[in-house]
């Protein structure tokens, strides 16, 4: 179908494109497109890809690649490394904004939190596995540390136990504002969310729970500054550090006007 929805379309508009632009996610739609795009010669393709890519996403390893597109957009310089390290030859990235981030651009970002402010910001994932672990670690921080003061972003398909959302020290929230980060000192992730992703741009404390009978999926693994624990003992050993909070600004990246995709 797309074989040859590519092939009449190509032949009726082609020589009027100069440019193509497309969202990159190896779908088999792409190798037609790609085979018509380039048999006619008028166009130029590039590829977007819109999230940081994860260490572990094959669809973006040079081996499985359907076609070749001119350039390969990304929006950060830890996406760029992932391409390189697949096989990407430098001259065939481009490094644009992040246009799926952009409410961030103009975001108030304060480095200094008021103790009394302070609070953790807790994700919820839609494995019941991983719920039950944070729920788990949470709930012994809680013993220990009953001043401390909890935010409880539930996965949208999955709740936490009623239980565990009913404790006095937390407060569950259906959306997360960005507002909300400016009195958020650390994040507790699962291991496998990309919600993660924004918080470390802001320079929050990132602290993953990970099973240690499990795999390591995180999208942040090896990226400096993020922690990985089991239980609550590991929580506080990398809680009572004190960070300074930064912008991860070659994480993602935000140009003036938008310059790089004209």
């Not at 040859?4 to 193509?20: A, D, Q, T, V």
């Not at 096989?87 to 990235?93: A, H, M, P, Q, T």
């Not at 602290?207 to 240690?212: G, P």
């Amino acid at each position: 179908y797309y074989f040859f929805l590519f092939e009449k379309f190509f032949s009726i508009c082609g020589k009027n494109i100069k440019k193509n632009i497309y969202i990159y996610e190896n779908q088999g739609w792409e190798k037609s497109y790609l085979y018509f795009s380039n048999k006619k010669g008028f166009t130029k393709n590039y590829s977007i890809v819109s999230t940081p890519i994860r260490f572990w996403d094959l669809r973006y390893s040079e081996k499985v690649k359907l076609k070749n597109p001119n350039f390969n957009c990304v929006n950060g310089k830890i996406s760029e490394k992932i391409l390189l390290e697949c096989g990407f030859k430098k001259k065939d990235i481009k490094l644009v904004d992040a246009v799926r981030y952009e409410n961030l651009k103009d975001f108030k970002f304060i480095k200094t939190i008021k103790k009394k402010n302070e609070q953790i910001l807790v994700l919820g994932d839609h494995l019941k596995s991983s719920n039950i672990l944070i729920e788990k670690i949470i709930s012994n921080i809680v013993k220990k540390k009953p001043n401390l003061k909890f935010i409880v972003k539930p996965h949208p398909i999955l709740n936490f136990s009623k239980q565990f959302m009913s404790q006095k020290n937390i407060k569950v929230i259906d959306d997360l504002n960005l507002d909300f980060f400016n009195d958020i000192s650390t994040v507790i992730s699962p291991n496998m969310t990309s919600a993660s992703l924004i918080p470390y741009y802001l320079g929050k404390k990132i602290i993953v729970c990970l099973d240690d009978n499990k795999v390591n999926f995180s999208p942040l693994k090896n990226l400096p500054g993020v922690n990985f624990i089991s239980s609550d003992n590991d929580f506080f050993k990398i809680f009572n550090k004190k960070e300074n909070i930064q912008l991860k600004k070659n994480f993602i990246f935000f140009f003036n006007k938008y310059k790089v995709w004209k």
